[in-house]
């Protein structure tokens, strides 16, 4: 089984920062793209950021330039920095990751974690 466990949210003022971070475990044989996404409340979920095996990044338009996705492939995480957070951003953050196990390809979800921004 594979498991994602994220942790970092929580409150923070307009234009402060919080770090998110995922870290895979179970049995992985190799992780492929990992990202984050968000659902702001009332609203579906939304890509915020992915990054492939090679360090590749996209980034939604809507945080370009303010938020850094990075992982680390030798302890299996991924990792967000988010800067000059906006009350837009409240949400909360999944973490996913396309990952192969030695007999299944699949797409595995964190169980999710809160941020608020307050203006």
């Known amino acids: 089984q594979v498991q994602l466990v994220e942790s970092g949210g929580g409150l923070v003022q307009a234009g402060g920062s919080l770090r998110l971070s995922c870290a895979a475990s179970?049995?992985?044989?190799?992780?492929?793209?990992m990202g984050w996404f968000r659902q702001p409340p009332g609203k579906q979920r939304e890509l915020v950021a992915l990054?492939?095996?090679?360090?590749?990044?996209n980034y939604a338009d809507s945080v370009k330039g303010r938020f850094t996705i990075s992982r680390d492939n030798a302890k299996n995480t991924v990792s967000l920095q988010m800067n000059s957070l906006k009350p837009e951003d409240t949400a909360v953050y999944y973490c996913n990751a396309d990952i192969n196990t030695l007999f299944t390809r699949g797409e595995y979800w964190g169980q999710g974690t809160q941020v608020t921004v307050s203006s």
């Open positions: 990054i492939s095996s090679s360090g590749i990044t």
């Open positions: 179970g049995r992985i044989f190799k992780i492929n793209g």
